[in-house]
């Protein structure tokens, strides 16, 4: 899952760069952004899962009152950021030991928070313009090694 | 939106729209459904579907909004024969005048292709 995703989001941000007629028109890059979004959240699921458990954190004692109620194999991608919030004000020390490749915890959410921000805009019917697009799925690029088992 | 221009011109037909690399559950965008609003079409409930959901042998005809799209169909495999292109371009992020028009503009190309291969409209 991990690397068909990383291919898909290395090609996929090839052909937008590309650029000429042969490149996807802006609808296009929208829905290759949600595609992407919905493997990266599943990836992020993941990680929540592991860092609850180096922390040694209960998701249905310790963490779903923060995520709305919501079920852990139903977490979107904005329940993980409070699930990773909820872990770290619990037991920071421990969160930020743990951070992916070294980056502050302030740091990681903010950029799975921009992605978030992206997808949330696209699911109300907004328009999102194609350079944030390509630019959160070159966030999306450089987070998953940091985030992926 | 050409989804429900072709479901108007073509009654008879079950017309389904797909992206080729949408993935399920978009809505459509809030200017598009303002657009159709103002034509008289209610699209604020459709969800974006990815072509690989579909069948296509049972389409009698695939419709490509653009060239590209239509490149893509044939690399895929589908018989040329069953696919139409239009050439629209594409109003995400231009504003709601330009959705005005990019709807014009597939009503227009829409009515001449089942003008073309039809005859003309098959309205109830």
Not at chain 1, 44 to 51: D, F, G, K, T
Not at chain 1, 124 to 141: A, I, R, T
Not at chain 2, 29 to 47: P, Y
Request: contains cysteine.
């Amino acid at each position: 899952m991990k690397d068909d995703l990383r291919s898909y989001l290395l090609d996929a941000i090839r052909r937008v760069e590309a650029g000429g007629v042969k490149s996807p028109s802006g609808s296009h890059i929208a829905g290759i952004f949600n595609k992407a979004a919905k493997g990266f959240e599943k990836e992020v699921r993941s990680y929540v899962s592991r860092l609850l458990q180096i922390c040694g954190l209960d998701f249905e004692r310790d963490v779903r009152a923060a995520v709305k109620g919501q079920r852990f194999a139903k977490l979107t991608l904005g329940n993980c950021l409070a699930a990773i919030k909820q872990a770290s004000a619990l037991k920071q020390t421990l969160v930020t030991a743990s951070m992916p490749g070294g980056w502050k915890v302030d740091a990681f959410l903010e950029s799975l928070r921009k992605v978030n921000d992206a997808w949330v805009q696209l699911k109300h019917g907004d328009e999102v313009g194609p350079p944030v697009l390509l630019s959160q799925m070159k966030s999306m690029l450089k987070l998953l090694p940091l985030i992926s088992s | 939106m050409a989804e429900a221009l072709l479901t108007q011109l073509m009654d008879a037909a079950e017309v389904q729209s797909a992206g080729i690399e949408a993935a399920h559950g978009l809505p459509p965008t809030k200017h598009a459904v303002s657009v159709m609003n103002e034509l008289g079409f209610d699209i604020g409930a459709h969800r974006s579907r990815d072509i690989g959901s579909l069948d296509l042998a049972k389409f009698d005809l695939i419709v490509a909004m653009a060239p590209l799209i239509a490149q893509w169909l044939r690399e895929a495999g589908v018989d040329p024969g069953r696919i139409a292109q239009l050439d629209v371009s594409d109003p995400y992020c231009s504003g709601l005048d330009v959705y005005r028009a990019t709807a014009k503009e597939i009503d227009r190309q829409l009515r001449s292709l089942v003008e073309k291969r039809y005859g003309g409209p098959d309205r109830k």
